[in-house]
Nanobody, 117 residues
Framework: QVQLVESGGGLVQAGGSLKLSCAAS????????MAWFRQAPGKEREFVAD????????SYAGSVKGRFTISRDNAKSTTYLQMNSLKPEDTAVYYC??????????WGQGTQVTVSS
């Protein structure tokens, strides 16, 4: 069992930056990867970025590639999402998710990111 807590959301102007954090606790030794998803009002939740826990390999949604960077700190069982060149379209609740062996998924409660024009 893994628990996730996101932090770092807030209000920023277009073109600005924010860094989100997601701290995991519990059976962190079983983590396969950690990912960020987001959900804007009235829209479905969408994938943003993913990082493999063992080797640090990453993947990104095309809409954020080149602007967002996902990273990890294994000692702190924490993943980060550095968001640069933010656009109003990035406004959403951002959720952290992790996977463990057995196809188990665990979600954080989300953190609000609002980008003003």
């Amino acid at each position: 069992q893994v628990q996730l807590v996101e932090s770092g959301g807030g209000l920023v102007q277009a073109g600005g930056s924010l860094k989100l954090s997601c701290a995991a606790s519990g059976r962190t030794f079983s983590i396969y990867d950690m990912a960020w998803f987001r959900q804007a009002p009235g829209k479905e939740r969408e994938f943003v970025a993913d990082i493999r826990w063992r080797d640090g390999s990453t993947s990104y949604a095309g809409s954020v590639k080149g602007r967002f960077t996902i990273s990890r700190d294994n000692a702190k069982s924490t993943t980060y999402l550095q968001m640069n060149s933010l656009k109003p379209e990035d406004t959403a609740v951002y959720y952290c998710k992790t996977r463990v062996p057995g196809t188990y998924h665990y979600w954080g409660q989300g953190t609000q990111v609002t980008v003003s024009s």
